[in-house]
């Protein structure tokens, strides 16, 4: 049942307390185009200044032929002036443009860079529990897409505010080095309340995330045990629960939006107050006649701009702080150890063989297994047998590489010969033929009608509707169909290890009797997990696994 208390979930892939730098190195490290980004981002933010430089001198030279015009001597130069300063504001938007659309691409491509390293590295992981689906789901979708705030609006001010004011002081020190000296030192203080006001905000966008993946898996959950909690009456206790989360997602949320408002305000008044010094001190310098008025205006002008990009960095922080946590989160799964390959079987050894196995669940004390040997030889079937719970799953899973052992040795083919069906197999959405043909994707119709046939499924028709959100398929349905899957994969996938866990549970004495005559034509090696009898006369050999929970 889902958790309704309202605590965190403990599944789901939160990105760990950090403190460093504005942007992750990770990311840059792996998205090639991060790291194009930043070149074209630094070229075309140094263009800007540039820009901004030129209308500052354009204005001034217009403000002249103003004054000139306003003292009735001449209006040469006032129209020249005046189309020049419209191209500069042009080509400034221009430039704006340029970079944003830059930005959005970039975050269009690091976005399907970390879905497939996610999608990638969990797929390597298959058994792990680390991460719950509904948090799976959510960090791929709404969490990777909080990457657009990051790089569509915070990078790129993040850019300009480390390019664009040193080329904005180096113009007002040409000037007047005493205002370029106030710029100098006031703008470093942005920052520094940034850095103050971020450490609140990363805390609360941490706790924001980690609410938001409580609610997914929260609902998740609520929708796929709806019929269950409805037959036992306690679909409405489970609403109510689902309110409570939803009520301390709100309040996260809102405590974020609250901060964020702040900070801005916070931001906003020190860099209006760093203009004010600058104007005020230009100001009563013009009046002592120590600074001319040209020159003054020209000062004015550059000065906002210079303090401008560092505002909008303070702005977005909030864009960042929820793209990073996205981002973190990703590679908390695509960083997480990789499952141990089995080692390869030599030519002429057993195909399987265990030496010493031992397998803690992580977060666990007691083994499920504790120093397993078994020797399983080429074209040999194996019945594991044992009491429920004594790791039979653990074992044939530990083989087919979809989990590591603790310790010990463990010899197995590797992966991509291996056909697993498990006890509960899972069905994509599409159509029977579509999930037979995962074990062989080039089988024809034919090849597949076959393959159903030989255990038993002949009611099932190749366009028959299968996953999605309806069962369309019975359990035993679903179990015949994975076996078929399996024996594609061993008669045309190139599997040599065919590994199934309850083959015949549910079934009927002759689909049964059907599947076994099947398993024993595909002449391979084949590892079957069962409790009936009928399973176990037809084996080779049967190994009882004894386990260690009592």
């Not at 209006?75 to 400034?92: K, N, Q, S």
């Not at 104007?279 to 906002?304: E, K, W, Y």
């Not at 030519?347 to 666990?364: C, I, N, Q, R, Y």
């Not at 979809?402 to 006890?423: C, D, E, K, M, N």
């Amino acid at each position: 049942m889902p958790n309704t208390d309202g605590a965190v979930d403990q599944t789901a892939p939160g990105p760990p307390s950090r403190s460093g730098p504005p942007i992750d190195p990770r990311l840059v490290a792996r998205a090639r185009a991060t790291r194009r980004y930043f070149v074209a981002g630094v070229i075309v933010a140094s263009i800007t200044a540039v820009v901004v430089v030129i209308q500052a001198r354009q204005a001034r030279v217009l403000s002249q032929a103003i004054a000139r015009v306003v003292d009735h001597q001449t209006t040469d130069g006032l129209a020249t002036a005046a189309i020049i300063l419209a191209v500069v504001f042009g080509a400034r938007a221009l430039l704006t443009w340029f970079h944003s659309v830059i930005a959005h691409r970039t975050a269009a491509a690091v976005k399907s860079q970390l879905r497939l390293d996610v999608i990638r590295s969990r797929l390597a992981r298959p058994s792990d529990r680390e991460v719950s689906t509904p948090a799976l789901v959510t960090l791929v979708t709404r969490g990777i897409d909080a990457l657009d705030g990051f790089y569509g609006r915070y990078l790129p001010q993040l850019v300009m505010a480390v390019t664009v004011p040193i080329i904005i002081i180096v113009a007002i020190v040409s000037a007047d080095w005493s205002s370029a000296a106030i710029v100098a030192i006031t703008i470093p203080l942005i920052p520094v309340f940034m850095i103050l006001v971020g450490w609140s905000t990363e805390a609360r966008t941490r706790r924001r995330w980690r609410t938001q993946l409580l609610l997914a898996r929260h609902f998740a959950d609520l929708v796929a045990g709806l019929p269950t909690l409805q037959v036992f009456g306690r679909a409405r206790a489970q609403a109510d629960g689902l309110r409570r989360t939803e009520g301390v997602h709100r309040h996260e949320t809102m405590g974020t939006l609250r901060v964020s408002f702040l900070s801005a305000l916070v931001l906003e008044l020190l860099a209006t107050l760093s203009v004010a010094v600058v104007a005020v001190t230009a100001g009563f310098r013009v009046v002592h006649g120590d600074l001319d008025l040209a020159t003054s205006l020209f000062i004015l002008i550059l000065a906002p701009e210079a303090y401008q990009p560092v505002r909008q960095v303070g702005v977005h922080y909030h864009d960042a702080a929820d793209g990073m946590a996205a981002a973190e989160s990703a590679f908390s799964v695509i960083d997480a150890d990789p499952v141990t390959t089995p080692t390869a079987p030599s030519p002429t050894g057993p195909l399987v063989e265990l030496s010493s196995v031992t397998f803690v669940p992580d977060g666990a004390t007691t083994p499920i297994i504790s120093d397993v040997s078994m020797t399983i030889e080429r074209g040999e079937i194996v019945a594991l047998t044992g009491p429920s719970g004594a790791g039979k799953t653990t074992i044939i899973t530990s083989i087919a590489g979809l989990s590591s052992p603790t310790s010990g040795t463990l010899v197995a083919p590797p992966r991509s010969s291996i056909a697993y069906v498990a006890q509960h197999p899972a069905m994509i959405a599409g159509t029977v033929a579509d999930n037979v043909r995962l074990g062989a994707p080039d089988a024809t119709d034919d090849e597949v009608r076959h393959a159903l046939d030989r255990v038993g499924a002949h009611q099932l028709e190749l366009n028959q509707a299968t996953g999605g959100t309806v069962a369309t398929l019975s359990a035993g349905e679903q179990r015949r169909v994975a076996m078929a899957r399996a024996v594609l994969r061993v008669t045309k996938g190139g599997a040599i290890l065919l590994v199934v866990d309850e083959p015949t549970a549910g079934l009927d004495a002759d689909t049964e009797r059907t599947l076994i005559e099947t398993l024993r034509s595909l002449d391979t090696t084949a590892i079957v997990v069962s409790h009936r009898e009928a399973v176990i006369e037809a084996a080779d050999r049967e190994i009882i696994v004894e386990g260690c929970r009592s």
